[in-house]
């Protein structure tokens, strides 16, 4: 299993208290000194370290910043992304049965996505490094977010998308950003391999979540969880349903909880249960959990309408498997009609999600009907992408609009029936 464990000492050119370590071998470098991704060492993943972990009296503002106590930085190239609402869904919470249940709704971030707050730490740290051109392979949501970071930023972007398989409205915002899109005759596990030999050849900066600072932003989505949590209910929820794609969320959410361990701030007991959940046809995470695995196999073919987790090698496994295991999680895959469902669900209480994220709520109701989630327990689940990301799909699921005479009467006949 792969050791998470926070301890180690920082390299001796280590900058203002943080550090890369490598998740496999405990090899340390310094953060800033190159461009680096994967462990020189043994190849392993690279996680962000530091001197020190804050409490949450430290934290001041609005917004991914808020957390800068906790960011290698003080500031970013910011669009104002972060403080994301925690919604009541009361009818969604009387389906499942749960004593409680919110929806974190990352579809209210600047281009739509979580994939917000992950730029604007992985764009500064782009800065820092004083890169030419960044870089993402994408489902979609990834490639309208660095696109307008990169835009902000006054930095080329080039993005690669498996050819027809990313939703209009993400093609559009990366387009309109002025990206530079090229469509791979692949999946997306396909582009993440080109892009990153681009990278490793000094083409470009890669701000896929294989890169360390991208989940430095994300893990914000775990502090503000927990700070609206407990200012909504008076408690912290016992448990995070999450879709899971490449599993940056799941290992950013799990060294949120981490550090906030290390800080005093939590007991290990109290981190909520990571819970994962995949579409059945992509759902390779959810095979290693079942199979209480410790690394994950690649499917090479992969299918769902919920097109931004349509991913078979979840590059962030070996820190988002121990997240699952460590806070007594678990994955399930569930059916595209479910998903569906779940889209209308949402819609029903006046959240507007793309198809990805409402896999969060019919991985609850698969877990709540199997008894695996108990009735007693508070329950946040994750939504990652807004309603239009893909209004096609939207379209799909909702109801059909009808023709009627340019009259009242045509009107209200229409409607009786």
């Known amino acids: 299993m792969t050791d998470l464990r926070l301890g180690g000492d920082a390299p001796a050119c280590a900058d203002d208290g943080t550090w890369l370590a490598c998740v496999e071998c405990g090899a340390t470098l ?17 996680e962000a370290r530091y001197a020190d972990y804050p409490t949450f009296e430290k934290f001041s ?33 009387t389906e499942a049965g749960v004593a409680d249940l919110h929806v974190k709704h990352e579809g209210a971030n600047p281009t739509g996505s979580f994939k917000d707050r992950g730029m604007t730490v992985g764009v500064r740290v782009a800065e820092e490094l004083g890169v030419d051109r960044l870089a993402c ?15 902000r930023a006054d930095t080329p972007v080039l993005v690669l998308l498996p050819a027809g398989k990313v939703a209009a409205g993400k093609v ?16 997306f596990d396909d582009c993440l391999d080109v892009v990153a030999e681009l990278a490793d050849r000094g083409e470009a900066y890669l701000l896929n979540s294989l890169n360390p600072f991208r989940l430095e932003g994300q893990k914000t989505i775990g502090l503000e969880i927990l700070e609206q949590s407990r200012a909504a209910t008076g408690e912290w929820p016992d448990r995070i349903v999450l879709p899971v794609g490449n599993a940056g969320n799941t290992a950013a959410l799990y060294k949120c909880f981490r550090e906030l361990v290390a800080a005093g701030e939590m007991d290990e007991s109290e981190m909520p249960a990571l819970t994962g959940v995949q579409a059945e046809g992509a759902a390779p995470m959810v095979e290693a959990v079942e199979a209480g695995a410790d690394e994950v196999e690649r499917w090479d073919d992969v299918e769902t309408r919920a097109t931004a987790i349509r991913i078979g090698n979840p590059v962030n496994a070996p820190k988002a498997l121990p997240g699952i295991y460590d806070t007594g999680g678990t994955a ?12 209308r669900l949402l819609a029903e209480d006046g959240v507007g999600v793309e198809p990805a994220s ?6 609850l109701l698969e877990l709540r009907e199997r008894g695996e989630i108990g009735s007693g327990e508070r329950v946040v689940c994750l939504t990652t992408g807004h309603l239009l990301k893909d209004p096609d799909a939207a379209a799909a699921a909702g109801g ?18």
């Open 30 to 46: 310094a953060p800033f000194d190159g461009i680096v991704y994967r462990c020189s060492e043994c190849g392993g993943l690279l």
């Open 61 to 93: 503002g609005e917004g991914v910043w808020r957390y800068r106590a906790a960011l290698p930085f003080d500031a970013g190239v910011s669009i104002r992304e972060g403080n994301t609402p925690l919604y009541e869904v009361p009818g969604i919470e």
């Open 137 to 151: 392979a994408s489902t979609g949501n990834t490639s309208a977010a660095l696109a307008a970071y990169g835009a």
């Open 172 to 187: 559009a915002q990366a387009a309109l950003h002025g990206a530079r899109i090229c469509e791979v005759d692949g999946n």
């Open 332 to 343: 399930v895959a569930v059916s595209d009609d479910a998903i569906t469902d779940a889209q």
């Open 358 to 363: 409402a896999a969060s709520v019919a991985g």
């Open 400 to 417: 059909k609009p009808v023709s009627v005479p340019a009259d009242a009467d045509g009107v209200l006949d229409a409607i009786r029936d």
